[in-house]
């Protein structure tokens, strides 16, 4: 079983920032891959940023350097800084863990990401 928490989420100005982490804990499966998902209002779920064991990243289109991502993998710890935060940023941030082979997986709440003035 894995638990996955994630924390950090609150409201900011536009062009601010924030530091989104998600904490997996428990020993169902082995963590390859961690990755931040969110949803908008009215839109679908889509990838912010993922991260893998063996140090792989990948970014959604609409980052454009403004996001970086980190993780330990010792402790399934995983971090989003997040800057230049924009109000079409604000939604529901979600955090994925995967392993491997993608047949096993968690999610967490999600962290409320909201940016207005």
């Known amino acids: 079983q894995v638990r996955v928490v994630e924390s950090g989420g609150g409201l900011v100005q536009p062009g601010g920032s924030l530091r989104l982490s998600c904490a997996a804990s428990g020993s169902g499966f082995a963590i390859y891959a961690m990755a931040w998902y969110r949803e908008a209002l009215g839109r679908e779920r889509e990838l912010v940023a993922r991260i893998t064991s063996d140090g792989r990243k990948d970014f959604g289109d609409f980052v454009k350097d403004r996001f970086t991502i980190s993780r330990d993998n010792a402790k399934n710890l995983m971090s989003l800084e997040m800057n230049n935060l924009q109000p079409e940023d604000t939604a529901v941030y979600l955090c994925?863990?995967?392993?491997?082979?993608?047949?096993?997986?968690?999610w967490g709440q999600g962290t409320q990401v909201t940016v207005s003035a």
């Open positions: 994925s863990v995967t392993s491997i082979r993608g047949t096993l997986g968690a």
